[in-house]
């Protein structure tokens, strides 16, 4: 496989809203970033992901851009993005920008000149209708935060418009080849800035399953999930592959997609050498006990659900290409939150889960908070309490379910995207010290306990766990092999351990005992060295290694 500079690259992804914020205004901005690039230097990162901060009303908080070459206020300047930029180049930290081209804002001056004029040019941007009072609706998919995907086009009773995602984000139409150009225009207007890259945001939306024609209605409002119909569309690979030579390729430039239910066969074009990205995040475990009734009914995750998922996954692209690993993004709730259960819930269970997604085969991304262990808020005592327009249609599914209002409250506690986005919990002083005035969203209240302060002082954190698993990844002796090395799962026979290998000028093997009893493992061959753990103790002989309740060993041998 041709190397590329992005492969041993460790990512972060920034959300903006809830990073930094500079000046007392209650809301994360550029200048909180530039502040603590040091903080993510030193931490090991080289590239950074920012959730958008384009000019936009923030109806999905900033995922409804309304001017792709403008920075919204409440986030900073133009100027103070180039400085972002400059001073993350000094630091060897390549920034990436979110690319968000499914939809636009309905604020956006193409949607309002459709508005105008859905006859003109810029009608042709988007998916606009005619339609009839009392008529059916050109489909019946279900957008994505919940209703119909179809809305009146605002001064036109007689006009729908199609948003896969909320009312405010109209749905941009690829089918047409005047907005692509301007789409690769913007494209490389931002990469011709120095960046490092995108971050491609609901990708596999842009091809729909045109003419529009309804699916099985799957739940109780008459309506079918988009998704039935994204496993219906073919040939998304002409655009993608247009987008792809007529900028990233250009450029070298980084980009990784939110790819989700892309066919076996199609994963040489996507993530394959000279495909449409350099990458995609593994979403395989996501999902994980979701049916389609929605998120109140879904199923707890065992520990060989957690491991059999991310091993097929890895084993699926083997040969092909590159995952981006997660645990979490602004779209999940904490992953360790999700994959630990809450009685187990420790630092010492909380470095087993890093350091299982960060030594697979791909490129690790730390999610904003998770170096330090930030868990889901665990309490919610109304909706109101929230931000997220998604959490609407997670609340009113689980009550149409039957569900009493707390327990609709417990699925939030559980699943809401607000989970990851509250303020970043930088020490235990007021706000977390995230800012001198209440922020926008809630700050967990458990951060008096966990922050970065009290992080950084203690060696047996999960942030200094974090460090140490960047800085192995990294250190030239052991570089190669996590980077390039082959994967083999191993053990999976036994319930709970999960436990591969990576075999290259050296082997290696990663094993966790992802449960609260302890295990004995007998040894395939002698250990030579351990080079990365979390516990004090750890006691092996030549055939046999005895782990105890989310014991992780990294050895040699
Ligand atoms: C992606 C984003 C998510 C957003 C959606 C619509 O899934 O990650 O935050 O709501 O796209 O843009
Ligand atoms: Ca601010």
Known sequence: MERKWWHNKTAYQIYPKSFMDSNGDGIGDIKGIISKLDYLKNLGIDILWLSPIYKSPLAD??????????????????????????????????????????????????????????????????????????????????????????EKLPGHDD???????????????????????????????????????????????????????DYPVDREDGLSSIENMLKDATGIGEFLGEMARETFHKYDAFSVGEVFNEKDSELPLFIGEGGYFSSMFDFSTTNLGLGSEGWYAAKEITANDYRDAIFAAHKRIEGIGYLSN??????????????????????HSKKALAGIYFL???????YQGQEIGMENLSKIESLDQLDDCANTQLYNNAIDAGLTEKDALNVLKKHSRDNARTPFQWSAEQYAGFSNTEPWLLVNPNYKTINLESQKKDSDSVFNFYKDLIALRKDPKYSDIFVYGEFTPMHTDIDNLICYKRTGDK???????YQSKDIDVKLDSPIKDVILSNCDVISYNSNILHLHGYDLIVCEI
Not at 360 to 366: Q, T
């Open 61 to 150: 908080q900033g995922y409804d851009i309304s001017d792709y070459y403008d920075i919204d206020p409440r986030f900073g300047t133009m100027e103070d993005l180039d400085e972002l930029i400059a001073k993350g180049k000094e630091r060897g930290i390549g920034i990436v920008m979110d690319l968000v081209v499914n939809h636009c804002s309905d604020e956006h001056e193409w949607f309002k000149k459709a508005c105008e004029d859905p006859d003109g040019p810029y009608g042709q941007f988007f998916y606009i209708v005619d339609h009839k009072e009392g008529q059916p609706l050109p489909c019946n998919w279900r957008s994505y935060f919940g209703g119909s995907c179809w």
């Open 159 to 213: 006009k729908l418009y199609l948003h896969s995602f909320h009312k405010k984000q109209p749905d941009l139409n690829w089918e047409n080849p005047i907005l692509r150009k301007e789409i690769y225009k913007m494209i490389n207007w931002w990469l011709d800035k120095g960046i490092a890259g995108f971050r491609i945001d609901a990708i596999i939306n842009i091809k729909k399953k045109l003419p529009f024609s």
């Open 326 to 347: 997660i645990i979490e993004n602004h779209d999940e709730p904490r992953g360790v939150s999700r994959y630990i259960k809450a009685e187990d819930l420790s630092d």
């Open 360 to 366: 697979l085969p791909g490129i690790p991304f730390i």
């Open 507 to 513: 082997t290696i093997i990663v094993y966790v005992n």
